[in-house]
């Protein structure tokens, strides 16, 4: 008889982020998931990212770890991609990381009015006063610290809206009018691109620019609709991913 698959435990934060990119992950690999929130989970990572999954006595952090973990477990998205696929797929989501995911960062801990308004209080809500204050300040350090490194901090808003559109016309190009990247079937990639694309569509930020920007790629929302219908609307309305997804309010169907 065939042992039950051991519950994959994603650690979050206590700010209602549900992290689009490694539930949809492994809801396309049917593995089943249990989300956990703790105020905690970011000093609980072995990276000091979150979120984090949990499989028994093995912690897995950042998408690249947890692809190849559960690889190794036996369940691949680009199994079936050949070579020059599998290069191009790692192409655009270097693409994506290096634009979507640093666009994010900078819009919520560089632009000085959301960071006062919504980033500060969101990321210390968990905690009491003065820790919320001087954790955010910490991680608002952090992250400028490394668009220092990358060469980010001296952008103005209009260029980094600008990488972003170009990023998403490149994705938006290579999707056309296919249901997935790569055809017929979701590949890391999709789950990657969905996760922050629907992140960029659905956090309230003090501009709306950042999401009118994906907005104008209508193949891109309509992507991130069909990943939310087919894997988390209505696909198991008890499971702690969708209860998450409700809880923080956030559908690009409404």
């Given at each position: ?28 690999c049917n593995?089943?998931i ?92 968990p ?14 350090w952090?992250?400028?610290?490394k ?16 990488d ?10 290579r ?66 991913t ?13």
């Amino acid at each position: 008889q065939q042992k039950r698959t051991k519950d994959f435990v994603v650690m979050a934060g206590a700010d209602k982020n549900w992290y689009p990119t490694e539930n949809a992950f492994l809801q396309m690999c049917n593995l089943p998931i249990r989300v956990v929130c703790r105020a905690n989970a970011e000093y609980m990572s072995p990276s000091g990212k979150v979120p984090f999954i949990h499989v028994g006595n093995q912690v897995v952090s950042e998408l690249g770890p947890i692809v190849q973990f559960v690889k190794a477990k036996g369940h691949s998205l680009s199994d079936g991609l050949d070579e020059v696929q599998k290069a191009e797929m790692k192409a655009y989501m270097e693409l994506v990381n290096n634009m979507l995911l640093t666009a994010e960062l900078y819009l919520q801990w560089c632009d000085d009015v959301t960071v006062e308004e919504i980033t500060h209080p969101r990321y210390g809500s968990p905690y009491p006063w003065p820790l919320n204050r001087i954790l955010s300040y910490q991680k608002q350090w952090e992250v400028r610290r490394k668009m220092k490194a990358i060469g980010w901090a001296g952008k103005t808003l209009e260029q980094v809206l600008e990488d972003v559109d170009q990023c998403c016309q490149a994705l938006s190009q290579r999707l056309g009018t296919q249901p997935y990247f790569f055809n017929k079937q979701p590949t890391e990639l999709d789950a990657l691109v969905f996760g922050h694309l629907f992140t960029i569509l659905t956090t309230q930020l003090t501009t709306d620019e950042l999401s009118e920007k994906v907005k104008n790629y209508s193949n891109l929302t309509a992507f991130c609709r069909r990943i939310e219908q087919q894997y988390f609307e209505g696909h198991d309305k008890d499971s702690s991913t969708t209860v998450a997804a409700r809880s923080a309010k956030r559908s690009l169907l409404r």
